[in-house]
RNA sequence: GGCUCCAUGGUCAAGCGGUUAAGACAUCGCCCUUUCACGGCGGUAACACGGGUUCAAAUCCCGUUGGAGUCACCA
């Protein structure tokens, strides 16, 4: 049959040439080991953990070498778009120290523009002028097979237990007569383009992934669908294309694509394009309670695991970045606690050191790197991200937490153990903070610990008479030692041990020590049994405001 | 089911033919501490199983088992 003809009948408006798009898209001239790498999500507007444990993979291979990174928005399927997406892709991964080089989202016209446009959408000339040259040559052709009778065909495979999809012999469209499709046409059928493929079952191709080194797989053999039959392409196609005009030289994607490498390496043959490096991740797992096991992050599943629940919750997107750092390099968390000082955007990030499993997403050790890099922030920092957070999170209270500037860093100071031989741990994410600090605040907060206060080990009675003791002998002008010192004559009158050493001795010998003393003034105070000092405390909150909650508790 | 990848403590992981099998998180204990933390020291805890190859195997090969991914006009 004339190819060319077909060609012609299935694309009489297109202009231009593939000779066209390669010279208006150029080979990048970068330093010599700069890559190319690219973010290419879908706008779902649903952006996890995985996304951007991915892009930052992305971000820092390219960034490393002085090479590019960019936001290409595959939005061939209608069905899945959702508006605002784009923005919020961008949003996003910007909060979390994430930028793009070039991309969706920069002004069309913008010199770092050059090889967009970057919405899949509005690529579709594109696409069309190069499946127009397949079909020329052949190797690729109208499909005019209906959704049911493709189904009909597989379930006829599957009977027969043989390797399902379009291909070979059941390819039924592949050898059409230019007449049959012209009428087919005419009739105002619908119809595909797909790939006329020329692999073979029994041979295999072998290509070297970067992260999970050499894999051999059997050659594609499916006459896979190239354009849909609203003329937009596949994932496949599209990749193919766009990735090779785009100039991309590496391309870090999830590990659920490793089996259709040769699908693409079918089509960067057929297409005569160098295929770029690749290298398919593994993926971010949960512990699964239902079956026991790990499993793939679901976006079903795991609300908890998109991003806006970090956000919402307010974690430092810092401490997430060095999260997925230490989970991408296996060699970044020694590097990182070898040069504290260093930025970690100097980290070498190799592509070798990524894990080849997927690791479980481990909360604790989350919550450990964000107490351990909170603790190295000023309290100015930490003012300005609490107040950034809380002005977007909880309007309501922001106005009460940040009332008054100085109390606010003074409680920050005393928490972060600023001023303090050592810093404090116990910050982890800004709603947390908040609770940890809330009693200052709210004079309800806390009182559910002081209701309990006297149900344990020491009886409600005693607990009463230490708390008007305490009352009894305070001055609000006392130092810190002279306080503490009256904590210790409190003890002495009740029969708890003053000394910890004497305690430690013969324990028998006394009700409890001065620790249960402070203990139940804490709890009385602030509702808390763990809480930084509490001379300090009651010096930022105001001698007022501890004698209301003192009297409270002993008022139950 | 076919194809592919993976397999070291509870978790993340070093390891690249000879190691007392690192380290981090979690956990437990002790110490420091006038209260809470921080910190310091120490403990418990692992090479999935079975065959080879080798003087020597966590490391190489082959099976088994287990886990994961994928088999669309979704990406």
């Given amino acids: 049959m004339d190819n060319k003809k077909l060609a012609d009948l299935l694309f009489p408006d297109v202009v231009n040439t593939p000779e066209y798009y390669e010279e208006k898209y150029p080979y990048r001239k970068l330093p010599s080991k700069a890559q190319v790498t690219r973010m290419a999500p879908s706008p779902t507007g649903f952006i996890h953990l995985g996304n951007l444990y991915s892009a930052l993979a992305d971000e820092r291979i390219a960034h490393k070498k002085n090479g590019v990174f960019y936001l290409r928005i595959e939005d061939t399927d209608e069905k899945r778009k959702v508006d605002g997406a784009v923005e919020t892709i961008i949003n996003v991964l910007r909060y979390f120290n994430i930028e793009f080089d070039e991309g969706a989202g920069f002004d069309e016209n913008a010199e770092n523009n050059k090889y967009g446009p970057y919405f899949q959408q509005q690529r579709v000339d594109i696409y069309h002028a190069y499946v127009k040259r397949l079909v020329e040559k052949g190797l690729a052709y109208p499909c005019f097979c209906t959704e049911e009778e493709l189904e009909k065909v597989r379930q006829k495979q599957d009977a027969k237990k043989i390797l399902t999809g379009y291909y070979g012999e059941y390819a039924t469209c592949r050898n059409m007569s230019y007449e049959e499709v012209f009428a087919n046409i005419k009739a105002g059928k619908e119809y595909v383009i797909r790939l006329r493929s020329q692999g073979s079952p029994d041979k295999e191709i072998t290509f070297k992934d970067c992260i999970k080194g050499e894999i051999k797989l059997p050659e594609n053999i499916h006459d896979i669908v190239l354009l849909k039959k609203d003329g937009v392409p596949t994932y496949?196609?599209?990749?193919?294309?766009?990735?090779?005009?785009?100039?991309?030289?590496?391309?870090?994607r999830g590990g659920e694509w490793l089996a259709s490498v040769p699908i693409h390496y079918e089509l960067f043959?057929?297409?005569?394009?160098?295929?770029?490096?690749?290298?398919?991740?593994?993926?971010?797992?949960?512990?699964?309670?239902?079956?026991?096991?790990?499993?793939?992050?679901?976006?079903?599943?795991?609300?908890?695991?998109?991003?806006?629940?970090?956000?919402?919750?307010?974690?430092?997107?810092?401490?997430?970045?060095?999260?997925?750092?230490?989970?991408?390099?296996?060699?970044?968390?020694?590097?990182?606690?070898?040069?504290?000082?260093?930025?970690?955007?100097?980290?070498?990030?190799?592509?070798?050191?990524?894990?080849?499993?997927?690791?479980?997403?481990?909360?604790?050790?989350?919550?450990?790197?964000?107490?351990?890099?909170l603790s190295c922030l000023s309290e100015?920092?930490?003012?300005?991200?609490?107040?950034?957070?809380?002005?977007?999170?909880?309007?309501?209270?922001?106005?009460?937490?940040?009332?008054?500037?100085?109390?606010?860093?003074?409680?920050?100071?005393?928490?972060?153990?600023?001023?303090?031989?050592?810093?404090?741990?116990?910050?982890?994410?800004?709603?947390?903070?908040?609770?940890?600090?809330?009693?200052?605040?709210?004079?309800?907060?806390?009182?559910?610990?002081?209701?309990?206060?006297?149900?344990?080990?020491?009886?409600?009675k005693t607990v009463h008479n230490i708390l008007k003791e305490y009352l009894a002998t305070y001055n609000h002008d006392d130092d810190n030692s002279a306080w503490f010192n009256k904590l210790k004559a409190i003890a002495d009158k009740f029969g708890f041990a003053s000394d910890m050493k004497a305690y430690k001795k013969e324990p028998e010998k006394y009700n409890g020590n001065v620790s249960d003393i402070a203990e139940i003034v804490r709890i009385a105070v602030t509702g808390r049994a763990n809480t930084p000092d509490l001379w300090q405390i009651v010096h930022i909150m105001g001698q007022e405001q501890m004698t209301e909650r003192i009297t409270a508790a002993i008022e139950v």
């Fill in 269 to 373: 043959n057929i297409l005569g394009f160098k295929m770029p490096e690749y290298g398919h991740t593994a993926h971010l797992m949960k512990f699964d309670e239902e079956t026991g096991g790990k499993r793939k992050l679901s976006k079903r599943k795991d609300p908890e695991l998109s991003l806006d629940y970090y956000r919402k919750d307010g974690y430092h997107p810092y401490c997430m970045k060095v999260y997925l750092l230490t989970l991408l390099n296996s060699n970044f968390e020694e590097w990182h606690e070898k040069f504290p000082d260093k930025d970690i955007n100097d980290f070498p990030f190799s592509v070798d050191k990524m894990s080849q499993s997927g690791a479980l997403f481990d909360k604790d050790k989350l919550h450990n790197i964000c107490k351990n890099e």
């Fill in 380 to 460: 100015y920092e930490m003012y300005n991200f609490l107040h950034e957070w809380a002005v977007e999170h909880e309007p309501e209270k922001c106005d009460i937490w940040f009332a008054d500037k100085e109390k606010m860093l003074g409680i920050l100071r005393l928490y972060m153990g600023i001023g303090m031989k050592r810093r404090r741990k116990d910050f982890i994410y800004a709603r947390q903070i908040f609770e940890l600090i809330a009693y200052f605040f709210d004079m309800e907060d806390g009182q559910k610990e002081r209701d309990k206060l006297g149900n344990q080990t020491i009886d409600k």
């Fill in 236 to 252: 496949h196609f599209a990749h193919a294309i766009d990735d090779h005009l785009m100039r991309t030289t590496m391309v870090i």
